[in-house]
Every structure is written in C-alpha cells, then in structure tokens.
Nanobody, 125 residues
Framework: QVQLVESGGGLVQAGGSLRLSCAAS????????MGWFRQAPGKEREFVAA????????YYADSVKGRFTISRDNAKPTVYLQMNSLKPEDTAVYYC??????????????????WGQGTHVTVSS
C-alpha cells in the first residue's frame, strides 16, 4: 500500500520547537518532489515547504522562512520538517505530500497527488 505517515506533532509553547517526520512506503519516493502543507481551522490548506528529489533545492513560504527547515533521507525514506521559533499562528494540521508525477511547480496543493493523514501542531501563547 502506497502511503505517507506523518508524526511528531503536539502541543508546544510559543518560541519552542518541533520536528515533524513523514515516512513513505509502498513505492520509490526518491525521485519525487516532497512538500509540507498546513491547514488551520476555518482556513484553506497552505504551502509551507518543499524539497527536490535530491534535497539540493528547498522552497519555503515567506511566513516560515528562517524558522522552518525541510530535509529528506531517501534511504529511509523520510521527509522532515524542523520547526523552530514557533508562533501561535503556526497552529494547524500539517500534511506531508508527494508529487508522484512531476508538475514543474511546488507551492500549490494541486501539484501533489499523494497525501498523508496529517499531524496536529498546537502552539500556545
């Protein structure tokens, strides 16, 4: 079964850190662009970060640039999102996603065709 499984969410105080993991299984993901998105209550799903298949190129939303870091280990295969200096506005369900067919872009949900179930992140003030 092809799937992405996120973990690492939880409750953290503002200024704290969390590391999210996304474990992939069922197919080879080493050639896929991988991304993280988030959806806060009452809001649309938004792009957070993406990483090229090699890991050499990374992309971030302006709201998380300098605080979040995306990385991947194709041997495992797992994608990570290190989140530092967390703010209450980072509270959301975070989703991992894969482009199993290259789209040429990376920052919209329609670019991705495989999604995880999400992990909750709550940042208290």
């Amino acid at each position: 079964q092809v799937q992405l499984v996120e973990s690492g969410g939880g409750l953290v105080q503002a200024g704290g850190s969390l590391r999210l993991s996304c474990a992939a299984s069922g197919r080879t993901f080493s050639s896929d662009v991988m991304g993280w998105f988030r959806q806060a209550p009452g809001k649309e799903r938004e792009f957070v970060a993406a990483i090229s298949w090699s890991g050499r190129k990374t992309y971030y939303a302006d709201s998380v640039k300098g605080r979040f870091t995306i990385s991947r280990d194709n041997a495992k295969p797992t994608v990570y999102l290190q989140m530092n200096s967390l703010k209450p506005e980072d509270t959301a369900v975070y989703y991992c996603a894969a482009q199993t067919r290259f789209s040429g872009t990376y920052d919209t949900a329609n670019d991705y065709d495989l999604w995880g179930q999400g992990t909750h992140v709550t940042v208290s003030s």
